[in-house]
């Protein structure tokens, strides 16, 4: 694959794990993908139509959420992008979708993951690839939130 990076957003720490768990299998770089104005709990609570992630769900407007940084030191020099992202209803966490546009993923293979408790992972890719406009994209995998080492090593495996 040349040389790995592993991008990842994770709001409650579960993509952040199996990000750790695959860059680790894959003697990778990691890179966490920070919001400028992080996610609390009481923002993550779909149930309730006042928090953050219900308005910003019930208007896209809202989605194009600013990060603390976009630029990764030697982009240019690496190869594969793994990028990991928890599922928001039904699409990736849209933390990721801000970070899918400011960067150019010409020459690069990307390999999308997501992690769920209990959606699939529907569209969530090739939305992000539409986002990018760029870059070789392959086939998506998707991660129950506690996947086990196993599990992740069995993926990581596959793509050696």
Avoid at 87 to 94: F, L, N, R
Avoid at 104 to 133: N, W
Wanted: with cysteine; charged share 25%; net charge negative.
């Amino acid at each position: 694959m040349g040389k790995t990076l592993v991008i990842y957003y994770s709001a409650q720490g579960h993509t952040k794990t199996i990000a750790e768990k695959i860059a680790k299998n894959l003697n990778a770089d990691i890179f966490e993908i920070m919001p400028e104005s992080k996610y609390e709990e009481v923002d993550l609570d779909w149930t309730n139509n006042d928090s953050r992630v219900s308005h910003e769900h019930a208007d896209e407007s809202l989605r194009n959420v600013a990060l603390a940084t976009t630029d990764i030191p030697n982009w240019q020099d690496y190869d594969a992008i793994i990028i990991g992202y928890p599922i928001w209803y039904g699409i990736a966490a849209w933390p990721t979708n801000s970070f899918i546009k400011a960067l150019d993923f010409t020459g690069k293979t990307v390999i999308p993951f997501c992690t769920s408790h209990s959606s699939g992972l529907g569209d969530s890719d090739k939305l992000l690839q539409s986002d990018a406009e760029t870059g070789t994209w392959l086939e998506a995998h998707r991660f129950y939130q506690d996947a086990t080492d196993d599990e992740i090593k069995v993926w990581t495996d596959s793509l050696k």
